[in-house]
């Protein structure tokens, strides 16, 4: 991505998906975290989906 940023950077659409693809793995990696602190059992499925 820092590639990608720096070979297109100055294109705003560009700029707003590596914005987009930042947030999204903000998500993901906050959902990994719930999902650890949570334990086995406690609202998640055997392939680690949150159940809510």
């Known amino acids: 991505m820092h590639q ?3 070979d297109y950077g ?3 659409v560009v700029r707003r998906l590596l ?3 930042k947030c ?3 998500i993901a990696m906050r959902a990994r975290q719930l999902e ?3 334990g086995p059992g406690e609202g ?3 392939t680690g989906f ?3």
């Open 4 to 6: 990608i940023q720096q």
């Open 44 to 46: 998640t499925t055997d």
């Open 50 to 52: 949150i159940l809510g």
């Open 36 to 38: 650890q602190a949570m």
């Open 24 to 26: 999204l793995h903000v």
């Open 19 to 21: 914005w987009e693809v």
């Open 10 to 12: 100055h294109d705003p």
